[in-house]
């Protein structure tokens, strides 16, 4: 029972190291808005945010809390074989558009959604 004190002591360094990092990490949010205002001018769309909950799985209802950082491993994604059949090979006319329209949408992260998902695509011509 003498570790009591140390672990009560350790959880309240811990939360102030929490605490801290909460205002640390709006103050970033907050300089780096301005920086990217100032450099790039008002934007047609916000910046993203991590100011809300969306849901991970849908069928088991998993969330992830507003402002949890996340990694996704973009090549786990793309050489998943539920998506991409025959992963490792090359084979161009998976982006032909009959084939892309057969798969999941985020499927390919380099072009799969949003404001920020295809670099060339504001500039190509429209038919």
């Known amino acids: 029972m003498e570790a009591t004190p140390y672990f009560t002591l350790y959880l309240l360094y811990l939360s102030a190291f929490l605490l801290a990092y909460i205002v640390l990490d709006v103050?970033?949010?907050a300089e780096i808005y301005t920086f990217a205002?100032?450099?790039?001018?008002?934007?047609?769309?916000?910046?993203?945010?991590?100011?809300y909950v969306?849901?991970?799985?849908?069928?088991?209802?998993r969330i992830i809390p507003a402002g949890c950082h996340?990694?996704?491993?973009?090549?786990?994604?793309?050489?998943?074989?539920?998506?991409?059949?025959?992963?490792?090979?090359f084979d161009p006319d998976r982006f032909?558009?009959?084939?892309?329209?057969?798969?999941?949408r985020y499927s390919f992260?380099?072009?799969?959604?949003?404001?920020?998902?295809?670099l060339g695509k504001c500039k190509r011509a429209t038919p």
């Open 70 to 89: 996340m990694k996704i491993f973009v090549y786990d994604v793309h050489h998943q074989e539920k998506y991409w059949p025959d992963p490792r090979k």
């Open 54 to 61: 969306f849901y991970a799985d849908k069928k088991s209802r």
């Open 37 to 51: 205002k100032k450099i790039h001018g008002p934007k047609a769309y916000p910046i993203i945010g991590t100011n």
């Open 27 to 29: 103050y970033l949010k």
């Open 96 to 104: 032909l558009p009959e084939n892309v329209s057969q798969r999941n």
């Open 109 to 118: 992260l380099a072009f799969s959604d949003g404001p920020r998902n295809c």
